[in-house]
Each structure stands twice: as structure tokens, then as C-alpha cells.
């Protein structure tokens, strides 16, 4: 009786007591823009649609071809070099970062705050302000100030970015030198977490500035570098303009990172089949590490 | 504090060692923006000037001046702004009535709405590149590349999650007794929001307004699929366009327009910094 009653009063809730009615908006957009487009590029990427309005059939090809072609595989190891080189750069430069600007602080020493300030402008600037700042840097002429220091060292007409290899390389420095800030603001916020009491008895044990990193904050860190790993690891995948005015993906296709790729299938070849299936894996990575994210979250907060 | 009974001169040692830490980290974080700015305060003739300095003999803003008159950059930074603060106002004015439900209304089940605010997580997860083929082909098929409202629907979609998600962190820290406290003396639930929690709520609205302004700055995927003609393009699409159209002898004008189309992002960040510090502060009094 009492179910019932609780029933129809969940049925009579005034409209102003639903959640749906004030996320509507909010749901109608994502659903329009957001979700309906994923859903519309996982069809696409099953058939062997073109930019010419004959219409598109369904078909596995998309897929089959990439397997199959070497410029998929290129690209593959690619952008395998440029994520693992630029997560393990962002986040052993992010801890380093943080430690000092934390061991700063505990010892009031000026100019901590500042450090921090000046590494989070690189963060804030746009990516294609990053790419062009950086293609400055790396002027291979004389007048280029990399190449000038590189002449100081006795290496004469330097190579950094008409070259696959070199090429590759500093358009990971970029993105390391990018990236860095967001992991070093996620590691001293953790690092800020920490009690204090820890590190009093680690001295009181005996331990050194180095022990002390070693077995005090690393452990305590765990789940918040976990997230960082995973946040970073997405960021680094979706890198799409920072690279275009530094190398545009070349020297021929040296630096042509996966979101590049798809660009160029889609935009440049029209093959929407083939690029579409490359989303929809670029896309399965992101929802794959998006529900790690989740669980490493769910999992701290119960914690 | 820490150093226990080990010797004063270790200490300073230490000390000596995390300041020759903040140097090297300052230098690699500075050195390239400086080396931009001194490029764009060049003369034409110092550009090949060997060997390099860094303070140029003879600054100038001439590259400034030429880059802003002579060349579609005002234009450009102007089209930014007008994206920017479409989105902001959009995406806030969908947000607000958003946060307020995740914050404050009871859920059938408490499972929805925890999965609500993880798929506004989701969505910041996911490139723009991989919904850009479908909105690309839908807004060709409708007529709308091309079109600055297109631009800022998607922007909105795209940063919507994100601020809905700040803002309910933010009404949770609200106490309840504020809104029940109007609602006993017959508000609206709409009344209590937008007379009483709007209000309080100005702090949070301020921070999430200027990191959704930041991101929508640098926004590159969207406009560069959506828009083609240069005249409409926003300032990070631009200088992408300006960079390809310039040689060497114009080097200066590149970077002068570089620092121009950065700095809007980097003034707000300072600007956001404050508020960070002002919203802390506030809430100690508060509490």
C-alpha cells in the first residue's frame, strides 16, 4: 500500500523536480552533435563511402585495407614512438617539476610560485602557436638560434626537421615541452596531499631528500600518476595542430601521427570509408582508456 | 624543518641545488617565448644578423604595426573573439540549469546520475577529428560550412560537459539550507536558482567562463573543417594560414603575429589565476 502510494507520487513529481527537464538541453545537444555523430562515423567506417554522392555500400574493406597497407603500419609505429617517448618525457619531467617546486615551498624558498606560473603559460598557449613557436626555434639556417647553439657544439648544418628521424624527435621534444605542465600541476597537487607527518618520521628514520621521494611520495602518488597516465596518453593521441605547422607530417610521412592520418584520408583522398575506420579505432583507444580513467577514479574516491 | 639534525651548510647545499633546478626549468620554459618575442621586435635586417643575440640592436614594433594592418590577423583575432564569446554565454547558459540538477534534484536511481557525469567526462576524451567527418557532411549537406553559428553549436556541444561539470562541483560546495531557505518562502525551483544560487555562484561561473574561453581560443579541429573562407577563420586557423603564405624575410611578421594570436590566452590565464585564489579565499571566510 504504502509502494503505491510512494508511486503515484513519483508519478505526480512536479516537472521541476526531474533531473531530465533542466539536462534536456544539455542531452538534445551532446545528443545531436556528439553522439550521433559517433554513431554516424562507426556506419561510415563500414562502408565505401566517397566524397562523390553515388551512394556508399556496406562493406568490411575499410577495415581489411588498413591491415593490409603499409601506410597504416607506418603511421602505427609513428605514433607509437611519439606517445610512449612523449608520456614517459611529460611525466618524469612533471614529478621532477613538482618535487622541486614542493621541496620549494617547504622550505619557503622565493621564486617556487613563479616556476610554476611560467611552466603553465607553455600549457595555455594554442597548439598551432606551439607548432609555430617551435618551427621558429628550429630555423636550420644560421640565423637559427638551435642551429647556432648546435654550431657551438661543433655540429655544422645541423639537421632538425628536414630529416625522418631528427624530425620525429623534436616534434616529441614539442609536445613534451607542451604536456609537461599538466602533469606537473596534477603531481603537486597530489604531492600538497601527502601528510606531513610521513615525511617527519621518514627524517626521523633517517631517510634523505631522496629516500624520502623514493619511499614517501612515490607510493602516495600511485593512483594520481595512474590518472595522469591515462589522461596524457589520450591528450597525446588526439595531437593534431601542434604538428601542422611544425612539420605537417612530414619529411614525407615521418611525423604523420594517427589524427593526421585521418585528416589526410579524409580531407585530402575523400576516402571517408578509410578514414572513418580509423576514427572508430582512435575512438574504441579513447572509450577503452576513458573507462580505465573511470575505474582508477572510482577506485580513489572508495579509497 | 625537515633537516633534523644534519648540518645548516647541507641545507644551503640543497637549497643551492633547487635553484640551479629552477633556473634550467625556467630557461626551458621561457627561452623559446623570449626568442619569439626578440624575433618579432627585429628590424627586416637584423633577422640574419650571425651570430644570434637576443636583444635586438635596434627594437622595433614595426612588425606589429605592419602585421595589423597590413595582413587579415586583426581579423582574425577578431573572428576568435566573437566564436569565444558566443560559446561562453551558450555553453554557460546551458551548464547553469544542468549543474543545478546533478546538484541538487534526487535521481530515480542513483546510477544515472553518476553515469551522466561520467559521460560529460567521456566527451572531453574523445577527439573533435572523430565526429569532424560526420558534422562535416551534414553541414555541407545543409548548407552550413561556412557559417560562424555552425562553429560555435559544435564549440558548445564540445564545452558544455565540461563546464556542467565544474559547476556542479561548485554548487556542491553551496550549503542546501540556501535554496531551501527561498524555496519555504515560495520560490520557484528556477526563482531559487537564478535569485539566490546565481549570486553565490558568481565565483565558480567566473573561473569556468575563462577556462572555457581559453580552450575555445585555441580551438583548431572544428573551424578548420567547418570554414574555408580565410575571412571567416578564427586566429588559430589563421596564423596557420599566414605561416604557410610567409618566407624568411618575413620571420618577424610570423612571430609578431604568433605572440599576438597567444597573448589573449596567456593575459586571461594570469587573470584565472587570481580568481583561483580569490574563490579560495572567499570560501575560508565563508567556512
Redesign the interface.
Known amino acids: 500500500m504504502a509502494q503505491a502510494d510512494a508511486l503515484t507520487a513519483?508519478r505526480r513529481r512536479p516537472i521541476?523536480?526531474?533531473?531530465?527537464?533542466?539536462?534536456a538541453?544539455?542531452f538534445l545537444?551532446?545528443g545531436?552533435?556528439?553522439l550521433?555523430?559517433?554513431f554516424?562515423?562507426t556506419r561510415?567506417s563500414f562502408t565505401d563511402a566517397t566524397d562523390a554522392a553515388a551512394p556508399a555500400h556496406y562493406t568490411f574493406a575499410s577495415y581489411r585495407s588498413l591491415l593490409g597497407s603499409s601506410e597504416f603500419l607506418a603511421m602505427t609505429r609513428v605514433t607509437g614512438i611519439f606517445v610512449a617517448a612523449s608520456i614517459a618525457g611529460q611525466l618524469v619531467f612533471g614529478l621532477?617539476?613538482a618535487a622541486?617546486v614542493c621541496?620549494?615551498e617547504?622550505?619557503r624558498?622565493p621564486?617556487?610560485a613563479?616556476?610554476r606560473?611560467?611552466?603553465?603559460?607553455?600549457w595555455?598557449?594554442?597548439?598551432?602557436?606551439i607548432g609555430?613557436?617551435?618551427?621558429?626555434?628550429l630555423?636550420e639556417?644560421?640565423?637559427?638560434?638551435m642551429a647556432?647553439a648546435a654550431s657551438l657544439l661543433g655540429a655544422r648544418n645541423p639537421i632538425f626537421l628536414s630529416a625522418p628521424v631528427p624530425a620525429l624527435f623534436w616534434v616529441t621534444i614539442a609536445n613534451v615541452?607542451r604536456g609537461t605542465a599538466f602533469s606537473m600541476i596534477m603531481q603537486y597537487a597530489g604531492m600538497k596531499t601527502v601528510p606531513i607527518e610521513l615525511?617527519?618520521a621518514a627524517?626521523?628514520d633517517g631517510a634523505g631528500?631522496l629516500q624520502r621521494f623514493r619511499y614517501v611520495t612515490l607510493p602516495s602518488l600511485r593512483g594520481i600518476l595512474l590518472i595522469n597516465l591515462v589522461?596524457i596518453t589520450?591528450a597525446t593521441?588526439?595531437t593534431?595542430?601542434m604538428v601542422?605547422?611544425l612539420t605537417g607530417g612530414g619529411p614525407g610521412r615521418a611525423t604523420e601521427v594517427v589524427?593526421l592520418y585521418?585528416?589526410h584520408l579524409?580531407?585530402s583522398d575523400f576516402q571517408?570509408g578509410r578514414?572513418?575506420a580509423v576514427?572508430?579505432v582512435?575512438?574504441a583507444i579513447?572509450?577503452v582508456?576513458?573507462a580505465c580513467?573511470?575505474h582508477i577514479l572510482q577506485r580513489e574516491r572508495a579509497a | 624543518m625537515f633537516g633534523g639534525p644534519s648540518p645548516r651548510a647541507r641545507r644551503l647545499a640543497g637549497s643551492a641545488a633547487i635553484y640551479a633546478g629552477y633556473i634550467v626549468v625556467g630557461l626551458i620554459f621561457l627561452f623559446p617565448l623570449l626568442w619569439v618575442a626578440s624575433l618579432s621586435l627585429r628590424p627586416m635586417a637584423e633577422l640574419f644578423a650571425f651570430p644570434p643575440r637576443l636583444v635586438p640592436q635596434h627594437p622595433t614594433l614595426a612588425a606589429y604595426r605592419d602585421v595589423l594592418t597590413g595582413s587579415p590577423l586583426a581579423r582574425y583575432l577578431l573572428n576568435s573573439v566573437k566564436l569565444v564569446s558566443a560559446t561562453v554565454v551558450c555553453a554557460l547558459a546551458i551548464a547553469v540549469p544542468s549543474a543545478y540538477a546533478l546538484s541538487r534534484l534526487r535521481f530515480r536511481r542513483p546510477a544515472q546520475k553518476s553515469a551522466a557525469m561520467l559521460g560529460m567526462l567521456a566527451v572531453q576524451l574523445i577527439s573533435p577529428l572523430v565526429t569532424a567527418l560526420p558534422l562535416y557532411r551534414w553541414f555541407s549537406a545543409l548548407g552550413l560550412i561556412n557559417s560562424h553559428a555552425a562553429v560555435v553549436l559544435v564549440y558548445v556541444a564540445l564545452s558544455a560537459p565540461l563546464a556542467t561539470w565544474m559547476l556542479t562541483g561548485f554548487l556542491d560546495t553551496v550549503p542546501l539550507a540556501l535554496d531551501e531557505a527561498a524555496r519555504i518562502d515560495g520560490c520557484t525551483r528556477l526563482q531559487s536558482l537564478l535569485h539566490v544560487l546565481l549570486p553565490v555562484m558568481l565565483p565558480g561561473l567566473a573561473s569556468t567562463a575563462i577556462l572555457l574561453a581559453i580552450s575555445t581560443w585555441g580551438q583548431f579541429i572544428v573551424p578548420f573543417v567547418l570554414l574555408t573562407r580565410g575571412d571567416l577563420y578564427p586566429v588559430s586557423v589563421g596564423i596557420l594560414d599566414y605561416q604557410s603564405s610567409s618566407d624568411s624575410v618575413s620571420t618577424h611578421l610570423l612571430a609578431a603575429a604568433a605572440i599576438l594570436s597567444a597573448l589573449p590566452a596567456m593575459l586571461t590565464f594570469l587573470v584565472l589565476q587570481r580568481f583561483i585564489v580569490g574563490a579560495l579565499t572567499a570560501g575560508a571566510v565563508k567556512g
Open positions: 513519483a521541476e523536480d526531474r533531473p531530465l527537464a533542466w539536462l538541453p544539455l545537444l551532446l545531436a552533435l556528439f550521433y555523430p559517433l554516424d562515423v561510415l621532477l617539476i622541486l621541496e620549494g617547504r622550505r624558498l621564486g617556487a613563479l616556476v606560473a611560467v611552466v603553465l603559460v607553455g595555455v598557449l594554442p597548439g598551432v602557436v609555430i613557436i617551435w618551427k621558429l626555434l630555423d639556417s644560421g640565423a637559427g638560434i647556432y615541452w615525511y617527519e627524517t626521523v631528500p589522461l589520450i593521441l588526439n593534431f595542430d601542422l605547422p589524427a585521418i585528416y579524409v580531407f571517408f578514414g572513418a576514427a572508430v582512435l575512438m579513447g572509450l582508456l576513458s580513467y573511470a
